[in-house]
């Protein structure tokens, strides 16, 4: 069973992200409300992915992204952001981001960004 942390400074989208991942048959192994948590989290266990939102307080998630490629070249990583910030999803996936969900989404979109994940 893939691992998940799923980091985003909104518990509902948390939430929202959390039950697609389990109905798809994902473990959610942690949670994160920003980037410094989600790098404390991710050298501790290891995940098979993160999903990462890019605006939150103390570490954002473009910040959060380029450390966990550092720590882990292979990290799977999906950013999930709101609407409007394509400019940052663009970079984000040329930092290395597999795949990003644009807020508010849809189960489908989701589950296309996880087979697209875990596709290799």
Do not use: C, H, W
């Amino acid at each position: 069973m893939k691992k998940i942390i799923i980091v985003d400074d909104s518990l509902f989208m948390r939430m929202i992200l959390k039950n697609s991942l389990i109905e798809f048959g994902y473990e959610i192994v942690a949670e994160a409300s920003n980037g410094l948590e989600a790098l404390t989290l991710y050298s501790e266990l290891k995940p098979d992915l993160v999903t990462l939102d890019i605006t939150m307080p103390e570490m954002d998630g473009l910040t959060a992204l380029k450390e966990i490629k550092t720590m882990d070249p292979d990290a799977k990583v999906i950013m999930v952001s709101a609407m409007g910030q394509q400019a940052l999803l663009i970079r984000a996936v040329s930092m290395g981001a597999i795949d990003f969900i644009v807020k508010p989404f849809s189960k489908d979109r989701v589950r296309e960004a996880l087979l697209k994940a875990f596709a290799g």
